[in-house]
């Protein structure tokens, strides 16, 4: 869910600027998942921009305030979300860790990586949501060594439905700074795309696994 508009119109002006999304109806892209998509969002880019990743930050770190409050920690799923978790973690002075999509096969063999108390409250932080699933891996690492998630909080999120049942099934909320619909709408309000291109958008989003 997209809490506040203009934040999320502004993430998306932001993500486009610095080629984070990459739309292309023609030649799709192809994910790991093998989902065939005319988008790509590479949110790791927020990084390199000093103004944009300061934006970022702060307008997540303001909404776990408000929705969490401070008695939390801070989770970023690696490895896109390590560095903007971080982040969020700093401006809260809050405890942090960050989540490897499964454990070490040598030394101590961890699958989180930092310091969170048992028994913490946690708020989970990734860069984007797509298919759900190592968000959800990320969470069931969480859950198995004794902590409590309160929620996850995303920089953009395709808010497909087949993934929002997992997390509802999970009851896990979701926000997002961003997601598909905000990208769509900032599309067309731009007349960026002709109304084919933008049809074959809102197609994609209805059935993403089997369109092409």
């Known amino acids: 869910m997209v809490l506040d508009k203009k934040v999320a119109e502004q993430t998306v002006d932001f993500l486009t600027q610095i080629n984070a999304i990459k739309l292309n109806t023609?030649?799709?892209?192809?994910?790991t998942s093998g989902i065939k998509s005319p988008i790509y969002c590479d949110n790791r880019l927020v990084l390199s921009y000093p103004e944009i990743r300061e934006f970022i930050a702060n307008s997540m770190s303001q909404i776990i305030k408000k929705k969490y409050g401070n008695d939390?920690?801070?989770?970023?799923v690696a490895t896109g979300a390590i560095a903007i978790g971080m982040m969020i973690a700093e401006r809260l002075k809050l405890p942090y860790a960050y989540i490897r999509p499964e454990s070490k096969g040598h030394g101590l063999k961890n699958q989180i990586e930092g310091n969170i108390n048992k028994n913490s409250d946690v708020v989970v932080i990734e860069d984007l949501i797509s298919t759900g699933k190592s968000s959800l891996n990320a969470i069931d690492a969480l859950k198995s060594n004794g902590h409590k998630v309160m929620?996850?909080?995303s920089i953009f999120s395709y808010n497909f439905e087949f993934a929002n049942k997992k997390f509802n099934s999970e009851k896990i909320t979701v926000n997002s700074l961003a997601d598909y619909n905000t990208l769509v709408e900032t599309i067309q309000s731009n007349g960026d795309l002709s109304h084919e291109e933008i049809s074959r958008l809102k197609k994609w989003r209805e059935d993403p696994k089997n369109w092409s």
């Not at 023609?26 to 994910?31: A, L, V």
């Not at 939390?72 to 970023?76: D, L």
């Open 72 to 76: 939390i920690s801070i989770a970023g």
């Open 151 to 153: 929620g996850m909080l």
């Open 26 to 31: 023609k030649n799709p892209f192809t994910w």
